[in-house]
């Protein structure tokens, strides 16, 4: 019958008229919920011919003549008007309702069809900030002052279309967004990475994008940092608290193309100095490391003029192991929490700058430039008072 009404036009309308006659009393007492039957009707249809047999305005253009009594299956319909939809709205006009459309909203959408989900993919998506914490708490935060999108109890609600959310499937909303070619994301915090993290991840892959983040952060310990489905030369910070990282796991995590091409390198560990790799930081180019230990003022300082070839005399000396590492070092500006005790490590007369006591500056031999280092104490965000030094290449 599906190859008959394929070639047949005739056919195809006998077969809508038949369905038509089911329901013809019906509609006769209440027509105004003609186009309830209607949708039924092309529901049947579908399930006996299949899904493409048969689009839905296609029924209900000749629904609506049987309703007049017009049961002329011979009707020549090249003569009719052109029907207009939405999507020939034109397209400033189109992606101006957009600009007024909640997030989930535009997602909805985007799964109407095939041309909304072009439209829809080719408008600007400007996101404050995607928040995961585990399976119990996504939170999207458009810009422009639009409200957040939140899910609870994501595993759950995963394939449960009853449950209380504002989309039906948290991964298909959010894969959908992490998705969209002009995504741009001005935050991206990870607390957990669980297995829902990394099922979105995965597929991520899949489509061979990476997302356009501006600031990642990690603020809960770990050391399994991916950073590899992010643009590098987009993202411009990194926040990370790392517990006691390998050597081997801080490397991988420098060596990534996203820190070398950051802005910064934020690193803050509950390890001890002499327990943490630094020598893994002598390739990154600019980085702030808080250690939340003692202050280790030695270490650090040794650490420092490795990392900056800080050897202006020959009564400096350090083990063969830390002159090796001298050859390596590629780092441009550091910011190393410590207390103004450091200063005493680096008290050569020909370094020290007369009237400010906490600055230092060591010449680049056959460069008019200078390494500068210079002790500061700040008052964080929590009124709490912060002491570092400042290690930067200057001209």
Same mark, same amino acid.
């Given at each position: 019958?599906?190859?008959?009404?394929?070639?047949?036009?005739?056919?195809?309308?006998?077969?809508?008229?038949?369905?038509?006659?089911?329901?013809?009393?019906?509609?006769?007492?209440?027509?105004?919920?003609?186009?309830?039957?209607?949708?039924?009707?092309?529901?049947?249809?579908?399930?006996?011919?299949?899904?493409?047999?048969?689009?839905?305005?296609?029924?209900?253009?000749?629904?609506?003549?049987?309703?007049?009594?017009?049961?002329?299956?011979?009707?020549?319909?090249?003569?009719?008007?052109?029907?207009?939809?939405?999507?020939?709205?034109?397209?400033?006009?189109?992606?101006?309702?957009?600009?007024?459309?909640?997030?989930?909203?535009?997602?909805?959408?985007?799964?109407?069809?095939?041309?909304?989900?072009?439209?829809?993919?080719?408008?600007?998506?400007?996101?404050?900030?995607? %928040?995961?914490?585990? #399976?119990?708490?996504?939170?999207?935060?458009? &810009? =422009?002052?639009? @409200?957040?999108?939140?899910?609870?109890?994501?595993?759950?609600?995963?394939?449960?279309?009853?449950?209380?959310?504002?989309?039906?499937?948290?991964?298909?909303?959010?894969?959908?967004?992490?998705?969209?070619?002009?995504?741009?994301?001005?935050?991206?915090?990870?607390?957990?990475?669980?297995?829902?993290?990394?099922?979105?991840?995965?597929?991520?892959?899949?489509?061979?994008?990476?997302?356009?983040?501006?600031?990642?952060?990690?603020?809960?310990?770990?050391?399994?940092?991916?950073?590899?489905?992010?643009?590098?030369?987009?993202?411009?910070?990194?926040?990370?608290?790392?517990?006691?990282?390998?050597?081997?796991?801080?490397?991988?995590?420098?060596?990534?193309?996203?820190?070398?091409?950051?802005?910064?390198?934020?690193?803050?560990?509950?390890?001890?100095?002499?327990? %943490?790799?630094?020598? #893994?930081?002598?390739?990154?180019?600019?980085? &702030? =490391?808080?250690? @939340?230990?003692?202050?280790?003022?030695?270490?650090?300082?040794?650490?420092?003029?490795?990392?900056?070839?800080?050897?202006?005399?020959?009564?400096?000396?350090?083990?063969?192991?830390?002159?090796?590492?001298?050859?390596?070092?590629?780092?441009?500006?550091?910011?190393?929490?410590?207390?103004?005790?450091?200063?005493?490590?680096?008290?050569?007369?020909?370094?020290?700058?007369?009237?400010?006591?906490?600055?230092?500056?060591?010449?680049?031999?056959?460069?008019?430039?200078?390494?500068?280092?210079?002790?500061?104490?700040?008052?964080?965000?929590?009124?709490?008072?912060?002491?570092?030094?400042?290690?930067?290449?200057?001209?």
């Amino acid at each position: 019958m599906a190859e008959v009404t394929d070639k047949d036009p005739l056919a195809l309308r006998g077969r809508i008229l038949k369905e038509f006659e089911k329901v013809q009393a019906e509609i006769a007492t209440k027509p105004e919920l003609w186009r309830k039957w209607s949708f039924e009707a092309h529901e049947r249809l579908r399930e006996a011919m299949g899904v493409d047999f048969l689009d839905y305005p296609e029924l209900e253009f000749w629904f609506s003549r049987f309703l007049q009594g017009n049961f002329e299956l011979d009707y020549d319909r090249s003569s009719d008007p052109k029907a207009r939809s939405i999507i020939d709205l034109p397209l400033d006009v189109f992606n101006k309702i957009g600009e007024y459309l909640q997030l989930k909203d535009r997602m909805h959408l985007r799964d109407v069809c095939k041309d909304f989900r072009y439209q829809v993919d080719n408008w600007d998506l400007k996101l404050d900030e995607i %928040f995961y914490n585990g #399976a119990n708490e996504w939170r999207v935060t458009p &810009t =422009l002052g639009q @409200r957040s999108f939140w899910v609870c109890n994501y595993g759950q609600n995963e394939e449960n279309i009853f449950s209380y959310c504002p989309y039906r499937n948290p991964t298909s909303f959010v894969m959908g967004a992490l998705k969209l070619p002009k995504l741009q994301v001005d935050k991206l915090t990870i607390l957990d990475q669980d297995i829902y993290w990394n099922e979105l991840i995965e597929e991520l892959n899949k489509s061979n994008q990476k997302l356009h983040v501006k600031k990642v952060e990690f603020p809960f310990y770990s050391s399994k940092i991916d950073l590899h489905f992010m643009i590098p030369t987009v993202l411009e910070e990194i926040t990370m608290v790392l517990w006691n990282p390998t050597r081997e796991e801080m490397s991988k995590i420098i060596e990534s193309e996203q820190c070398q091409s950051a802005k910064m390198v934020y690193i803050e560990s509950g390890a001890c100095t002499s327990r %943490f790799p630094l020598d #893994a930081l002598y390739n990154c180019p600019i980085f &702030t =490391l808080r250690l @939340r230990e003692k202050p280790a003022d030695g270490l650090k300082s040794k650490f420092l003029k490795v990392c900056f070839f800080l050897n202006p005399t020959k009564s400096v000396q350090f083990s063969s192991y830390f002159q090796a590492l001298m050859k390596y070092g590629d780092v441009k500006k550091c910011v190393l929490y410590a207390e103004r005790e450091i200063l005493s490590y680096f008290n050569e007369p020909e370094v020290k700058v007369p009237n400010f006591p906490s600055l230092r500056r060591y010449p680049i031999s056959g460069t008019n430039d200078f390494y500068e280092l210079e002790h500061v104490v700040e008052v964080n965000r929590y009124r709490h008072q912060e002491e570092f030094v400042s290690l930067e290449r200057k001209h």
